[in-house]
């Protein structure tokens, strides 16, 4: 985040992608590409790579622009970093006080000039960096775009993450029943066109902060100013008047049409192909780049930033509902092979038998995409998978730690569902507590 003034004697900044690859690439944790990448696969590769090493990865497609960055959040101890915490519990308390904040519209922003900031893109949006990452996509993706509509019955926005495929006349917009969707049909009710902001190289809090979810009608950059800890600087885009963060790499003003086209396949958080379904076009009607280092930023379909983007949020609003049925929460995990999204581990402390029930239990209310969950002891590590397996084979026994929650609502990813339907099953692998002595883990005395 780069001082670009004052306002009010309050100082402003940049919230720019620049400033997180040069952050990154001083702990020595960028990987660069010098040769332009073709739009198919190879960028898929390069992220792959990646991942594996942990950096975060700088490339160019060939014929397009502007230049790539990707994996930048990808461990939870880098987007720590970008928050500015330490710890589970400060990262967790820090995103509930911004769901629960408020304030006037003047508190959360500071407005700059978007002409002083932006330029016309030379190009149409094909000129893009859109990929195809895997074989069976439908399509050419740009996926980590955040849009930014007005909502049509109050003086406020929307901010959301969603994907978008090149197809003729502009783009498909993938739109899941949530806010935007929600703003989309309104307008649509009435035959209007809903004006958008499309985003794409936001800073990672201001990501963040547009993958969760809050109350209809808060919009979620005012989020990301109690993530980032100082007011967003934002501009107004040219023709709607659509508010996005100052520092974002690229950014279109459109409108998501009335006209349906096919959007799919895309590979999603659980490495498996969404379907093919009919989804809204959006038309672009301008795009402007950041005057200064514009980076176009990638995400990795199924990988590790993708989940982390996803289910950090997830984490703390489980964390948030389960520390308030029992003494406390060690530590939450939505784990990586349910895409961080369907499974997790929670390990608790307890005074009482039957908190470990109801620390299940309040997990699937604060996270009701959750399938499965395991509840263990706070001598046992739920970043541990071979831990948590100890503590399934020692402390578990199905007649009393099973609880099975049939067809209940659950996550459209999971593709075992039907219709969203889904059973639930939480594993209490606690031991009793009138017995604990038996299931003390063995320790070495220092010295």
Not at 56 to 75: D, E, H, I, M, Y
Not at 195 to 203: C, F, L, W
Not at 247 to 258: F, N, P, Y
Not at 426 to 433: K, M, Q, R, S
């Amino acid at each position: 985040m780069r001082s670009i003034g004052r306002l009010g004697g309050v100082s402003e900044f940049l919230w720019s992608l620049k400033e997180v690859i040069d952050d990154v690439s001083n702990r020595g944790e960028l990987m660069i590409i010098e040769k332009p990448l073709r739009d198919e696969y190879e960028p898929t590769r390069a992220l792959m790579e990646a991942e594996k090493l942990n950096k975060a990865v700088f490339f160019q497609v060939a014929g397009k622009r502007p230049p790539c960055v990707g994996n930048l959040v990808g461990s939870r101890q880098r987007l720590y970093q970008f928050l500015n915490v330490e710890s589970d519990v400060e990262a967790y308390r820090k995103l509930v006080a911004a769901m629960s904040a408020e304030r006037e519209f003047s508190d959360w922003f500071s407005e700059y000039s978007f002409s002083e900031l932006y330029i016309p893109y030379e190009g149409d949006y094909r000129k893009l960096p859109s990929i195809k990452f895997f074989e069976k996509d439908g399509g050419y993706y740009i996926d980590a775009s955040v849009l930014v509509a007005k909502t049509p019955e109050m003086d406020s926005y929307n901010a959301s993450v969603h994907r978008l495929m090149l197809v003729d006349g502009g783009f498909a917009v993938r739109l899941v029943p949530r806010h935007l969707f929600r703003i989309y049909e309104q307008n649509k009710l009435k035959g209007l066109e809903t004006p958008v902001a499309v985003a794409v190289g936001v800073h990672p809090v201001v990501f963040i902060a547009s993958s969760i979810s809050p109350p209809y009608g808060v919009f979620e950059f005012s989020l990301a100013s109690v993530l980032g800890g100082s007011r967003v600087p934002i501009v107004r885009t040219p023709k709607y008047g659509l508010p996005v963060v100052a520092g974002t790499s690229v950014i279109m003003e459109g409108k998501i049409t009335l006209d349906l086209v096919n959007e799919g396949p895309f590979v999603d958080l659980l490495n498996l192909y969404d379907v093919v379904r009919k989804q809204p076009l959006i038309r672009v009607e301008s795009i402007y780049l950041l005057k200064d280092n514009p980076l176009f930023h990638v995400i990795l379909p199924g990988g590790r930033e993708h989940k982390i983007f996803m289910g950090f949020p997830r984490e703390a609003l489980i964390w948030d509902s389960v520390r308030k049925v029992v003494p406390k929460v060690v530590k939450v995990r939505l784990t990586s092979g349910g895409g961080q999204w369907l499974h997790a581990v929670i390990s608790i402390e307890r005074n009482h038998e039957g908190d470990g029930k109801n620390a299940a239990l309040a997990a699937f209310a604060g996270h009701p995409s959750l399938k499965h969950v395991v509840i263990v002891d706070s001598d046992v590590d739920p970043d541990n998978p071979e831990d948590v397996e100890w503590a399934i084979a020692t402390r578990f026994q199905a007649s009393r730690g099973l609880l099975v929650i049939r067809e209940s609502r659950g996550s459209t990813l999971d593709p075992s569902s039907e219709d969203g339907l889904t059973d639930k099953v939480a594993v209490v692998a606690t031991y009793p507590l009138s017995q604990k002595s038996f299931f003390e883990k063995p320790r070495l005395p220092e010295g």
